[in-house]
């Protein structure tokens, strides 16, 4: 088949290698000059690190990556344990640089085949009975037969209103130096109730230089200008005072452009394909990075659609088979995203009181350890095994 990928981020990239080595015809359109990720670091959790692996670039993410076996996070006031979650079965995250994993899957996309047209934003889409892309210049993409949607939570292909989340957070990259007194291969979190989280997660590094972490720090979106006005300073006089062995790593922070403001969405459309038209990735399910789901939710939906439209030659049951392999897993994730994200950002205070005093105790028993790991892992409702990648 001829198919067009819109989206050059994690989903599409994917796609677009997969895709190809199976034999399609492949483009992939982005907005973007020069394709670029945006943002800081994520967790590429077993699920996806078995995506990875199945086209070869497991070994490579492990060495760029960092490995994370445990989430870990105290009250900053009390200093009392509020999450502690370990991957169990000895599988482990692996915390990597948004670049770091860009370029893997984007030369990957490129050597398996993939044509790529960057400078394309995608405004909407003719779909009948070959499909075809509309761009913001009035061009028009050839018709194709299938569009593959990658575009992420804005995707204009998708009508909905985004309903952004009351918290965000703001992202930048630290250096990691074993003097901020974390525990090795761990997320490490510091939290006031549910409204003030620092976050600090290992990520490797990019172009061999050194030891790189990801911090964060949940933000209203409604102080987002507030916080603008009242300076860098005032800024991280409040994170110290959560958590005080950052400050030589904040200092390297030097100016607010530094500091990625994300704000995010829940939702989940009811049917990810229409006629010709399949979404993947964001652009049929966001959520909030609690859970770190998002990126490996795509790659599952890459290699899913991939191995679909390699059983048989009809479309449509094709993508009836990719939406039957992805939809309960996608359903379960999103549903306890939106469940697990009001405990960790919100206004609440009886959401984070129930957290500290009954779920992290209860979480210490062994099955609902076991159940967490699993959880944190991607791996409940065995995702997997229904795409053949068990191991
Ligand atoms: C701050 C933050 C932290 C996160 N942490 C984690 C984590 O630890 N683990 C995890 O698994 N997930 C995490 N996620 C979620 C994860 O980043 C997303 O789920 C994932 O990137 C989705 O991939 P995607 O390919 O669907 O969309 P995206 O990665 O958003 O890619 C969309 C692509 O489409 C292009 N595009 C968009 N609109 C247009 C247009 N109109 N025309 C042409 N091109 C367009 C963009 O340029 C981009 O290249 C996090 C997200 C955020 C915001």
Redesign the pocket.
Known sequence: MDIAI????????AAASLLRRHGHGVVL????DK?A?????????PT?QAVLSAFGLGEALARRGARIDRLFGRAARSGRIVLDVGFGDGACGIGVH?AALFELLFSEALDAGAEFEPA????GAHVGKSAALEF?DGRRSPGFDLIVD???????LVERENAYLDYG?L?ANIPLTEDMALTPNTLEQRYVDAHKTAGV?PIGSIADGPPLAAF?WSLRRDRFAQWQTDGLDAWRGEVLALWPALEAHLAVIQSPEEL?F?H?AHHTIRDPVKDRLVH????WH??S?QL???????LLDAYALAQSLDQTMDIDAALGAYKALRQRHVWLYQTISQLFTPFYQSDSKLLPWLRDTIATPAAQLPPIAAVLSSMVAGTLGAPLRRLGLAG
């Open positions: 819109a989206g050059a981020g994690i989903a599409g990239l359109y982005d907005q973007l394709p990720p945006i943002g800081s670091g994520l967790i590429i959790q996806g948004r394309h934003e995608v405004v913001s990658a575009l992420g939570l804005h995707s204009p957070a992202w997660m964060f990625v994300a995010y993947v990735g964001d652009s966001a959520a990075p770190g789901q998002g990126a490996n939710m795509a």
